[in-house]
Every structure is written in C-alpha cells, then in structure tokens.
C-alpha cells in the first residue's frame, strides 16, 4: 500500500504493514516452507505469547484493503501472497478459518487470502504452502484483531521456497517485530 494509506484503528502504511519476504527469487508454482519459527508477540505494549498465538480472533474490520479477513490464534504469525497489483484495488478473497484446524500439512491459499503459519510445522513436519498462480510477493505479519501500531516482540523463522522442479532455494530470514510495532526483516542466504 502507499505511504500513509490507512488501516484500522491507528494504523498506516508502512509503519503497521506487514514485512516482504525478499530472496527467494520468482515464484513460479511450488510452495514454500516456514521452519526454525522461535519468538512471539504480543498485541499490547507487554510481550510475550507463543508462536503458536492465544486464543482465535478474526480481524475485527473484516477484508481491508483487498486482503481477507482470517481466524486464526491471536499473536501468531500469519502471511499472505500477493501479485504486483496494488491489493486494494480488487476485491478480497474469502476469509479462511484455522478454528480447529492448525495442524494440516499443505495448504493452498489464494491471493490476498491471509492465512496462519504458527509454528509452520503440523506432526513436527514441515508444513507446505502452495503459492498461488500469479503470486510474486510474501508477506509475514503478526494476526492481532485490530491495531497494530502498540504491539511487541519478534520472530525468528526460515523461509524456503520450493520450485515445481523439486530444486530448493532456501533463504533464512530472522523476522522481528519490536517495540510499538516497528517491524523489520533480515535475510541470510544459507550456504550448503
């Protein structure tokens, strides 16, 4: 979104946006994986919760800004896949619903469609996120009901991205979230 555009309650772009995940180079089909999740968040100024979040919440606005609504665990880690449009220019997809249903091994969302990663892992396996046609972009954020402008804590994951061909391109990101919601994403390539 634009510099300034608005959210809910209290939030703009890109002070509360959610982080681009960067160096994976071109989706093209595939999935990717989310593993090593350690850290947490916390809606309120005092961290901290599981990666895993707390209790399940929907985003109290509904879809905004043409990204879906989801219910999901509160404080967990939550991503969406987008294209290289502007999101809140269509219209947002169908909210999906995790309410007990966290631990599945693949998942097919669609794009703009949030959806939960936890842990990232279901029967301590890696679980698998299709990316959808036309996706170019991830995005990680945190699932809160609403303001995310007085939130705290960080996360530490790594991202691998899986082409159709079966050939990895793993990437390790630490993911923070700190202080008041400031955000922000470092990548390492891993050496093999």
Do not use: K
């Amino acid at each position: 979104m634009p510099s300034g555009s608005p959210a809910s309650v209290n939030d703009h772009a890109p002070g509360q946006s959610p982080l681009l995940v960067t160096g994976l180079g071109s989706f093209s089909g595939g999935y990717v994986t989310f593993t090593h999740v350690t850290g947490g968040v916390s809606y309120t100024p005092s961290c901290c919760g599981s990666v895993e979040g707390d209790g399940f919440i929907s985003h109290t606005p509904g879809a905004e800004n043409g990204l879906s609504n989801v219910t999901a665990p509160i404080n967990s880690l939550v991503g969406v896949f987008l294209d290289d449009t502007q999101p809140s220019l269509s219209a947002a997809p169908g909210a999906l619903d995790f309410t007990g249903n966290l631990n599945f091994s693949t998942l097919n969302p669609a794009l703009r469609q949030v959806f939960f990663i936890g842990d990232g892992q279901a029967a301590s396996l890696a679980q698998q996120f299709f990316v959808p046609t036309g996706a170019t972009r991830l995005f990680l954020g945190t699932m809160d009901g609403y303001e995310w402008n007085n939130n705290s804590g960080s996360f530490t994951l790594d991202v691998s991205y899986f082409s159709p061909s079966a050939v990895p391109e793993p990437e390790t990101y630490a993911f923070m979230l700190a202080g008041l919601g400031a955000m922000a994403l470092f990548a390492r390539r891993r050496r093999g």
